[in-house]
């Protein structure tokens, strides 16, 4: 069966610096990963995915994740942290063991920026 | 640009009081889900559906059902609401199986039970 874990719930940087928000995940067939963000009393909008393409992803708003089979990590980063990027971030992983088309979610990581 | 979206973004209501929240997706989509999600613990599945009239638990189904009577429409029922059902409720839709497993959210619903 799939898991995902996401180390640290709440992570803190200041504007400008380097984001790294970090997800492990376990799967045992090839996984398609997500990295989701949900502000404030919003729903959750997808940053980016891994479909076993490139294992260098691009997202929204100059974030990307490397997929890297070795370590099993999927994590998200961006370079230099905007106030605007303050929001929770889920990572995800299909469930293969499961009933298909469905996704399984970490336990989320509240990003604050401090200016 | 994929549309879903949820009858009431904030709802308070009673225990033991029948609760409907609404979800509606504008493209088609076959796959639709209910999650709930609170603090600490991320999302958890409550219910899923794959077509009109069908649908399948999920992780933590006891106390809700579903109802998908069209494709568009997916509804989650508390028969009888109570306190520790006080949450944020999601909605998703995704294409069929052919796409990545990608889901697009509603707005979510807060939920109160008093």
């Keep these: ?115 | 640009d994929v549309k879903v979206t949820q009858s009431s973004r904030y709802l308070v209501k009673r225990t033991g009081e029948k609760v409907f929240l609404e979800c509606v997706q504008d493209m088609d989509h076959e796959n639709m889900f209910w999650y709930r999600q609170d603090p600490g613990l991320g999302l958890r599945l409550i219910y899923f559906s794959y077509d009109v009239k069908m649908k399948e638990k999920g992780d933590i189904p006891e106390g809700y059902s579903v109802s998908r009577e069209k494709k568009e429409r997916f509804s989650l029922i508390l028969e009888s609401a109570s306190t520790n059902q006080t949450s944020m409720y999601l909605c998703a839709s995704s294409p069929p199986l052919t796409d990545p497993y990608e889901q697009y959210f509603g707005p979510g619903t807060r939920l109160t039970v008093t």
């Excluded at chain 1, 729903?43 to 992803?57: C, E, H, I, W």
């Excluded at chain 1, 929204?60 to 370590?71: R, V």
Aim: aromatic share 12%.
């Design chain 1, 1 to 115: 069966a799939q898991s995902v874990t996401q180390l640290g719930s709440h992570v803190s940087v200041s504007e400008g610096a380097l984001v790294l928000l970090r997800c492990n995940y376990s799967s045992s067939v090839p996984p398609y990963l997500f990295w989701y963000v949900q502000y404030p009393n919003q729903g959750l909008q997808l940053l980016l995915k891994y479909t076993s393409a490139a294992t260098l992803v691009k997202g929204i708003n100059g974030f990307e994740a490397e997929f890297k089979k070795s370590e099993t990590s999927f994590h998200l980063t961006k370079p230099s942290a905007h106030m605007s990027d303050a929001a929770e971030y889920f990572c995800a992983v299909n469930n293969y063991g499961g009933s298909q088309g469905n996704l399984i979610f970490g336990k989320g990581t509240k990003l604050s920026v401090k200016p």
